[in-house]
């Protein structure tokens, strides 16, 4: 069956180190995946695209990265800060639908400590 | 308007009730989604608008939830004879084009509570 996979449990770290956080998926050959926050009582805010030919995209302070042949993909925030607090979810297309149809993680919760 | 605005914000009704949730997209954009977030849960892909075209409404749970999208702008979901089950954070999204990689703007959800 198909699955995207995040880590559901919340990643604590100190201010200024770097957050990794993970996205697995199984049984999609998805061209692109797609980054979102969400805080809470908020809906998701998009952060970044990456598709399937780029294996790295910055942005700012945020990295991610890209391995069709693992069928994974890392988000990165470089220099946490408090204000990074949030839950992180990854979303790709489930494709052949003829539109968009981004189907999403379960998120994880990024605790960033002062 | 300046980004999606979703109305109400919370709801709470009576297991058995009807209720309508609202929303009103970007200016100009004609691609419209609604999914839901339960707790713990990922959101769920209820229906897509593209235009003047049907409709996918692949993600419906059950036909119970209806939806519509009146003069290409603003967008109605509707639950009849709500169940508890149905207690979820209804997220509606919008984006210049249905098609791949377009960026997917949501507004902040209508909390529906079912007692």
């Known amino acids: 069956s198909q699955k995207i996979e995040q880590n559901s449990e919340a990643l604590n770290i100190q201010e200024g180190k770097t957050a990794t956080l993970t996205c697995n998926y199984t049984n999609y050959s998805p061209a692109y995946l797609q980054w979102y926050r969400q805080d809470p009582g908020r809906g998701p805010v998009f952060l970044l695209l990456i598709r399937e030919n780029e294996k790295e995209k910055r942005k700012e302070r945020l990295k991610v990265t890209f391995d069709t042949t693992l069928k994974q993909s890392l988000f990165h925030i470089t220099a946490s800060q408090p204000a990074d607090s949030a839950t992180y979810l990854c979303?790709?297309?489930?494709?052949?639908?003829?539109?968009?149809?981004?189907?999403f993680g379960t998120g994880t919760r990024l605790l960033v400590s002062p | 308007g300046a980004g999606v605005s979703q109305s109400p914000s919370n709801k709470v009704t009576e297991k058995g009730k009807d209720v309508e949730l609202r929303c009103d997209p970007i200016?100009?954009?004609?691609?419209l989604y609604w999914y839901r977030q339960s707790l713990g849960q990922g959101l769920e892909f209820l229906i897509y608008?593209?235009?003047?075209?049907?409709?996918?409404k692949s993600g419906l749970p059950s036909d119970r939830f209806s939806a519509e999208r009146t003069g290409g702008s603003v967008s109605t979901l509707t639950i009849q004879r709500t169940q508890q089950e149905d207690s979820a954070v209804y997220l509606c999204a919008s984006s210049s084009l249905g098609s791949s990689g377009n960026t997917i703007y949501f507004g902040e959800g209508s909390w529906l509570t079912v007692v």
């Open positions: 200016s100009g954009h004609t691609a």
């Open positions: 608008f593209q235009g003047n075209s049907a409709p996918d």
């Open positions: 979303a790709l297309d489930e494709g052949n639908t003829g539109f968009q149809k981004l189907v």
